[in-house]
């Protein structure tokens, strides 16, 4: 139980931070993405649509589970407080709430990684709407345009 209370916080920030990497790798990656993406070199909307959203998924996962990874070191955090509570067969409420306390930072640090990730992915996926839109707007002019020709 001494590995476990000595690494715990160290444990749950780690993947928490490695989380945050990989979604800010993401997230930049799809930024730079989006700002060199030419529809009209796009014969497909499907092979569009998989290159609009290719990564996105890592995004989501962050913010999905981030809180997740949070909630585990809470509970590991309360269960750690509550056996160091047994074995010393005292009540002391200042320890308590102590350890109840930094129980929690690691839901904190969870929920705190979750809603930078979610609103990202949100406005990424916009960006992908609108290139799709684009998309759209584009085939439909070439078709026009193509038909007016024939006329």
């Known amino acids: 139980m001494d590995i476990l209370k000595h690494y715990l916080d160290f444990s749950v920030f780690s993947i928490l931070g490695l989380m945050a990497f990989i979604a800010t790798w993401f997230i930049i990656e799809r930024l730079l993405f989006f700002r060199q993406v030419n529809v009209s070199d796009y014969d497909h909307?499907?092979?569009?649509?998989?290159?609009?959203?290719?990564?996105?998924?890592?995004?989501?996962?962050?913010?999905?589970?981030?809180?997740?990874?949070?909630?585990?070191?809470?509970?590991?955090?309360?269960?750690?407080?509550?056996?160091?509570?047994?074995?010393?067969?005292?009540?002391?409420?200042?320890?308590?709430?102590?350890?109840?306390?930094?129980?929690?930072?690691?839901?904190?640090?969870?929920?705190?990684?979750?809603?930078?990730?979610?609103?990202?992915?949100?406005a990424l996926m916009r960006k992908v709407e609108v290139q799709q839109a684009k998309f759209r707007a584009h085939r439909d002019f070439l078709v026009e345009k193509s038909a007016h020709e024939k006329v």
């Open 45 to 122: 909307f499907d092979l569009l649509t998989i290159d609009l959203t290719k990564n996105l998924t890592y995004i989501s996962t962050v913010g999905a589970n981030a809180p997740y990874v949070g909630l585990l070191g809470t509970v590991l955090g309360i269960l750690i407080t509550f056996f160091d509570l047994g074995t010393t067969k005292t009540i002391d409420t200042g320890q308590i709430m102590v350890g109840l306390a930094l129980a929690l930072k690691a839901t904190a640090g969870g929920i705190a990684l979750a809603i930078p990730s979610i609103i990202a992915y949100n």
